[in-house]
């Protein structure tokens, strides 16, 4: 149980610091848009990654979650993606919000749906 615990905890804070790390990285530096959103996105698959193995996620982490997954800044329907890049940022968006709703709901079908058929 001891183990569970820290686990918990450091998921937390990693997720925590992740969030406000991000935060500030678009209020301290002048780059572009996009730049901003790609790295955003390239955080957001990392935290997704180490979230979807937690056993527990706390409220407290939720609630950033909740908070990156909604900065106009980071999505792409907000700001102007190229197509690759906002089918990375929509699946990492909803890879989030399926490991703190503690499911890992159909992301991939999601990506499948967004990427354009090539065939025809």
């Not at 909803?94 to 967004?114: D, I, N, P």
Request: hydrophobic letters at 40%; charged letters at 25%.
């Amino acid at each position: 149980m001891g183990a569970l615990m820290r686990k918990a905890i450091g998921v937390a804070a990693f997720a925590s610091l992740t969030v406000a790390g991000l935060i500030s990285s678009i209020a301290a530096t002048g780059i572009n848009k996009e730049q901003s959103v790609r790295e955003a996105t390239v955080q957001m698959e990392r935290l997704a990654t180490k979230l979807e193995h937690a056993k527990k996620i706390a409220s407290e982490t939720k609630l950033e979650i909740d908070r990156l997954i909604h900065h106009p800044q980071y999505d792409c329907k907000q700001v102007a993606c190229r197509t690759a890049l906002e089918v990375r940022n929509r699946a990492a968006r909803e890879r989030l919000q399926a490991a703190s709703a503690g499911s890992k709901a159909s992301t991939e079908l999601s990506v499948r749906r967004t990427i354009p058929d090539q065939t025809h």
